[in-house]
């Protein structure tokens, strides 16, 4: 393999493992609100002890996130300078408005987020929670703004070789920024939520039977199952969006070579042969990929034949990796929908003590379904992302740069060696990452339980935790 290749598996390795914890922390933030407004308004503590729990994994994903997002941004120097070179009149400040706008504010609150719960007053608190989510929303827009303009790039004009900007809010607006923003943000609230809800099954059938744990289990699948079919919405009008400006994205997608008279079959499975440039084993439903992209039967999608030069030069991206990245992505969807809208219909039926949404209702199958789900959110964000950036091959910038143009000049062997050292840490990591969410999981099942003390005000409930902190009996 030639350092092309290499630096393209480098990069996808790096911002592989880089988003996975983004995904987590952009929705935890706002579950961490949830809990700790509904605790306010309750004064019941199982809410406050889903939230010291939570808080934890929110901090775990946050230090992760940081190391490995500055390692991956040493790439553009290391191993893309051509993409620095060519927009980084654009690409630079976008990242600069991420660091100054969000990461600040992330990192002036952060420590009052998880240290400060017990030394400031509850309302401070509360807001420092509210602004770390805040945070992080805003650095995914900054960051979605960024990679949007890379796949619809505009207002912007080519000077010398470089990308000069001429209107900065058609740059951030960008024709695919909004849908690709929602689609995200989506993504990370399903993520979380069945992050929460496969931890809280994971404890529940280890014995661990707080009512925090009944309360983190209602809440993940509650908005499990509210999200779901939004993101199914916002999918359908995002993938409209991609046709009408990477036409070639969507016929990859579903790997239509020829098809351009309308009724094109929707392929549920088939081995796509760029040499033979058909499919192999192919099952498909008539009509339903135009009923699908263009609301009528007879609607023509694109094709893939329309993306080859008169020379032969492919200029499509490839087929077989977009369109099981694709698939992968649709069908963990569709198993998000249904584990979260069984569970939901399940704990709506009437416990014996008349209660609704009792978790006592789940059948064990179901919570050890639920235990792997928790991880299912990162399956479908990186199955998404693959989808997303290998379809906007061979270009690193859409109709601007290529990506061949963009590579360092660096050996091949030197390039190999420090993939293999990112891979080798980057399991290393993910595998302590998992086992400290494991741990954590276990070890709260020997934790006290916080007293169930209603305080009257905010230094009620500071004095309150800390003395629980120290040990001690709560204040008469």
Do not use: C
Request: charged fraction near 15%; aromatic fraction near 14%; glycine fraction near 8%.
């Amino acid at each position: 393999m030639d350092t092309l290749i290499l630096s393209r598996i480098q990069f996808a390795a790096n911002i592989s493992f880089h988003i996975l914890f983004p995904t987590i922390t952009i929705a935890l933030g706002w579950f961490l609100l949830f809990f700790k407004l509904r605790f306010q308004w309750t004064g019941d503590f199982k809410w406050m002890e889903a939230y010291r729990f939570w808080v934890k994994v929110f901090a775990l994903s946050f230090a992760m996130g940081v190391v490995s997002g500055i390692t991956m941004s040493f790439q553009f120097g290391t191993n893309w300078p051509g993409f620095m070179e060519t927009v980084g009149n654009i690409a630079g400040p976008l990242l600069a408005y991420e660091v100054m706008t969000a990461f600040f504010l992330e990192a002036v609150f952060i420590g009052i987020m998880l240290f400060g719960f017990s030394r400031v007053p509850g309302w401070l608190h509360t807001l420092a929670t509210f602004l770390v989510a805040f945070g992080t929303t805003l650095s995914t827009f900054w960051i979605i703004v960024l990679n949007s303009w890379m796949h619809t790039p505009q207002g912007f004009e080519m000077i010398d070789g470089a990308a000069h900007a001429t209107d900065w809010w058609a740059i951030v607006f960008n024709p695919s920024m909004p849908y690709r923003l929602g689609h995200m943000l989506l993504a990370s609230g399903l993520t979380v939520a069945f992050l929460i809800a496969g931890v809280s099954a994971f404890r529940w059938l280890r014995g661990d039977r707080k009512e925090s744990v009944r309360a983190s289990m209602r809440a993940g699948l509650g908005f499990a199952a509210l999200l779901i079919p939004l993101q199914i919405f916002a999918g359908d009008v995002h993938g409209l969006n991609t046709l009408e400006h990477q036409p070639q994205k969507v016929a990859a997608m579903e790997a239509n070579w020829s098809d351009t008279n309308g009724h094109t079959p929707l392929v549920l499975f088939a081995l796509p042969d760029e040499n033979a440039r058909e499919n192999r084993f192919e099952i498909a439903i008539p009509s339903l990929a135009s009923l699908i992209l263009t609301h009528h039967a007879d609607g023509a999608i694109p094709a893939l034949d329309e993306f080859v030069a008169e020379d032969g030069t492919v200029l499509h991206p490839p087929v077989d990796k977009v369109f099981w990245s694709f698939r992968i992505m649709v069908g963990t969807g569709m198993a998000m929908l249904l584990v979260s809208w069984a569970s939901v219909v399940l704990m709506m039926r009437r416990a014996p003590d008349g209660r609704r949404f009792h978790i006592d209702r789940l059948p064990r199958p179901l919570l050890f379904a639920l235990v792997p789900m928790a991880f299912s959110g990162w399956v479908a964000t990186l199955a998404g992302w693959y989808t997303t950036e290998i379809g906007r091959q061979p270009w690193l910038v859409q109709g601007v740069l290529d990506v061949s143009s963009a590579v360092a000049d660096v050996p091949a062997p030197m390039v190999l060696s420090t993939l293999l050292g990112y891979l080798a840490l980057y399991a290393a990591l993910l595998f302590a990452y998992v086992s400290v969410i494991v741990y954590l999981a276990v070890k709260a099942r020997h934790d006290a339980p916080l007293t169930s003390l209603t305080p009257a005000s905010g230094a009620a409930m500071v004095d309150a935790i800390a003395r629980e902190d120290r040990g001690l009996q709560p204040a008469e």
